[in-house]
């Protein structure tokens, strides 16, 4: 499957903004589906994850009660929305799929190419 992520912009605090990710493929349902995202020189961390059918979700505490993940597998599409942003929710966001839904980014298998997130104060 391929992922194609976008959304991502500049923004101030508080503001949101939502981000996609279109997946190519009629597969797109048997996957889970997780965003992760990345810092310039730190390791890519889990945000939020999303089973097949959407009926459950996790999220990283950091992200919790401020970011909402769903998925519409009608138009093999995963969604984040992120509200109240923060300058520390500035990273660039990939969307990945994988078979097993877990914050351990090896457990997935299909990376979308990123989207950038910057939120200024």
């Known amino acids: 499957v391929q992922l194609q992520a976008s959304g991502g912009g500049l923004v101030q605090a508080g503001d949101s903004l939502r981000l996609s990710c279109a997946a190519s493929?009629?597969?797109?349902?048997?996957?889970?589906m997780g965003w992760f995202r990345q810092a310039p020189g730190k390791e890519r961390e889990f945000v939020a994850g999303?089973?097949?059918?959407?009926?459950?979700?996790y999220y990283a505490d950091s992200v919790k009660g401020r970011f909402t993940i769903s998925r519409d597998n009608a138009k093999n599409t995963v969604y984040l929305q992120m509200n109240s942003l923060k300058p520390e929710d500035t990273h660039v966001y990939y969307c990945?799929?994988?078979?097993?839904?877990?914050?351990?980014?090896?457990?997935?298998?299909?990376w979308g190419q990123g989207t950038q997130v910057t939120v200024s104060s």
């Open positions: 990945a799929a994988g078979k097993l839904l877990r914050v351990d980014l090896k457990e997935y298998d299909y």
């Open positions: 493929g009629r597969s797109f349902s048997s996957y889970v």
């Open positions: 999303i089973s097949l059918t959407g009926g459950r979700t």
